[in-house]
């Protein structure tokens, strides 16, 4: 489930990073209003993070927040290459922030807690080698949809697949939850 939210979220990011200021610059903003929305998103998901154990527990635990953040990343991601309205973008880009903000923390914490802690060290680099996968496949894979298809499909793309990730952690979720249940118990 880390694996998999790891890279999927990454992978969605992609788009956002390498094509969001090419896909505003096309819509005629301005330099600094392009800085500013690559910046709300990037605030979004710093600003939430001391939030992060409240939140967990407003929204039912880890599994539930996993998949709520995945909903929102994909969400935002898939409508963006949908508008060109400024404030419709802005929401976007702190939606956007937000799930990436409460997903990557949450799948470390998952891997750690499902793996033996003699071998935290070989998952987390693996853990990593597959997002830096994502990461490269990402801009290669979403560029050529963009170019063939447009920015509103290679968008919708990204977030539909997040969505559909985001659909399958709900179903590895019970495992993730029992080795949670099983933690509260021990403290």
């Not at 979220?9 to 956002?16: D, E, Q, T």
């Not at 702190?94 to 807690?113: D, H, K, W």
Request: proline fraction near 3%; aromatic fraction near 8%; hydrophobic fraction near 55%.
């Amino acid at each position: 489930m880390s694996v998999l939210s790891s890279s999927a979220v990454l992978f969605a990011i992609g788009i956002h990073v390498a094509f969001l200021p090419v896909y505003l610059d096309s819509l005629a903003l301005s330099a600094s209003l392009i800085g500013l929305l690559v910046s709300l998103r990037a605030f979004a998901a710093m600003a939430m993070r001391p939030f992060m154990s409240s939140i967990i527990e407003n929204l039912g635990g880890r599994s539930n927040t996993f998949i709520i953040s995945a909903v929102f990343l994909g969400s935002g991601i898939s409508f963006v290459g949908l508008t060109s309205e400024i404030w419709i973008l802005i929401c976007l880009a702190v939606l956007v922030g937000l799930g990436s903000g409460i997903s990557q923390p949450l799948s470390i914490v998952a891997l750690v807690e499902h793996v033996a802690a003699n071998e935290r060290s070989s998952a987390l680099g693996m853990r990593l080698t597959i997002n830096r996968a994502s990461q490269l496949l990402a801009p290669i894979t979403l560029g050529l949809l963009a170019e063939w298809f447009g920015f509103n499909l290679a968008f919708a793309v990204a977030g539909i697949l997040l969505l559909c990730a985001a659909r399958l952690i709900y179903h590895l979720a019970p495992s993730f939850d029992v080795v949670e249940s099983n933690n509260q118990r021990v403290k």
